[in-house]
Structure formats: structure tokens, C-alpha cells
């Protein structure tokens, strides 16, 4: 298995609080990708990232921010969560971009927004 | 856009019975289909990727064909058996380097 670890695993926040969620790899894979998992909407992509502090918004990013500061971590924050952030959220990451490269998930944090 | 349909949303077999997933994708300028498996609660676990140059790939008993030019994807599960269970993924990157994935197909083996 893939060296992935998300950080909360669960988690129940209230409206307007701000909320972090890291994904540690150990594979030094160079892509990370944000996701959220929704009935009904599938898996859609909130932010990735192809380096250190190199970042692009993917399809779902309003109301999202991503930072990755080291090779290893890329952590995703709700500025101020709200109601419709409820979801389950899952790390990725791949060696060698989204043409060619596998992509291998983490086990995912489920957030609950009150 | 792309969009990714996955029929049927649910599979019931006995052990046993070869099983069969379709994947289908509206634009065929894809680079590669990635097929996974999620267990309830779980994150998604890579099963095949097949790079748009390939035909096929095989793992076990495992088998994905892709079809770029009709725009489709089938994964094969040969003697499935209750550990089958689960549901599963299909994903096409597109030119576009976006990665779409359908909705799955929730597969129930019987003993």
C-alpha cells in the first residue's frame, strides 16, 4: 500500500470555524491531489499540486485553500466551513503527473459541518 | 466536459459467475483509464491503469480492455468470490489533464 496518511480521519466542526485537513505521504511522489467524495456528485477535484508550493484549483475549489510547504505534506483549509462542506475528503498522489501516473488514495477524512 | 457513466449501479452474482463492468466516456481524446475499488468507508484502491496506447491490462484475475475509439472501458473479474464485494471505479484523464470518474458499480457476490 501506498504511504498515505490523512489527518483528521473524522471530524464535527460548526459553521464559520476554520479547519485543517493534512495528507502526509512517505512515497515522495511529486503530485498530491484533493478530493471530495459526495452522493451522488462522485469524486471531484478541490486543488492538486505538482511541487513545493506549486498549486492549481481544480473543478470545486470556491471556499478552499491548499499550501504544500514541504514534498511530503499538502494540507487543505476551509477558511470558514459551512454546512455544504460536509463530506468525505481523500488525498492522492501520483509519481509522474495525471497522463501517465497512477494514482493511489488515502483512506479519507470525514468532515461533518454543523 | 468529459462524463463518465458506469451501468449497472449495482451487481448481484453468485460466486463464482464471471463478472463484467462497463465504463463508458464521452470524449475518446483520453491519456489513460484508471479502474479502482472502494470498500465501504474505505479510500480508493487502484486496480489497473491503462495508458491510452494499451488495449489492455491484466492483474490476477483482473482484465481491462479499453476502446478509445467507442469510448469504452471493461474491467473482468474472472470467479468472483465474495471478497469481490465492493464497489468499483472507473477514471479517464482527459487533454485537459482533468481526471473524471464515474459513479461506480456496487458489486454484491453471493456465497
Known amino acids: 500500500d501506498a504511504g498515505i496518511t490523512q489527518s483528521p480521519r473524522h471530524k464535527v466542526t460548526e459553521t464559520g470555524t476554520p479547519v485543517t485537513l493534512r495528507c502526509h505521504q512517505t512515497?515522495?511522489?511529486?503530485?498530491m491531489y484533493w478530493y471530495r467524495q459526495d452522493p451522488g456528485h462522485g469524486l471531484r477535484l478541490i486543488h492538486y499540486?505538482?511541487?513545493?508550493?506549486?498549486?492549481d484549483k481544480g473543478e470545486v475549489s470556491d471556499g478552499y485553500s491548499v499550501s504544500r510547504s514541504k514534498t511530503e505534506d499538502f494540507l487543505l483549509t476551509l477558511e470558514s466551513a459551512t454546512s455544504s462542506q460536509t463530506s468525505v475528503y481523500f488525498c492522492?498522489?501520483?509519481?509522474?503527473?495525471?497522463?501517465?501516473?497512477?494514482?493511489?488514495f488515502g483512506e479519507g477524512s470525514r468532515l461533518t459541518v454543523l | 466536459k468529459q462524463e463518465v457513466t458506469q451501468i449497472p449501479a449495482a451487481l448481484s452474482v453468485p460466486e463464482g459467475e464471471n463478472l463484467v463492468l462497463n465504463c463508458s466516456f464521452t470524449?475518446?481524446?483520453?491519456?489513460?483509464l484508471q479502474w479502482f475499488r472502494q470498500d465501504p468507508g474505505k479510500g480508493l484502491t487502484s486496480l489497473l491503469l491503462?495508458?491510452?496506447?494499451?488495449r489492455e491490462q491484466t492483474s490476477g484475475r483482473l482484465n481491462a480492455s479499453l476502446d478509445k475509439s467507442s469510448g469504452r472501458s471493461t474491467l473482468y473479474i474472472a470467479a468472483s468470490q465474495p471478497g469481490d464485494s465492493a464497489t468499483y471505479l472507473c477514471?479517464?484523464?482527459?487533454?485537459?489533464?482533468?481526471?473524471?470518474f464515474g459513479a461506480g458499480t456496487t458489486v454484491t457476490v453471493r456465497a
Open positions: 512515497e515522495n511522489h511529486r503530485y
Open positions: 477514471a479517464a484523464i482527459s487533454n485537459d489533464y482533468k481526471l473524471s
Open positions: 470524449d475518446s481524446a483520453i491519456y489513460n
Open positions: 499540486s505538482y511541487g513545493v508550493k506549486d498549486t
Open positions: 491503462i495508458q491510452s496506447s494499451q
Open positions: 492522492a498522489i501520483s509519481e509522474t503527473g495525471p497522463t501517465t501516473g497512477e494514482l493511489f
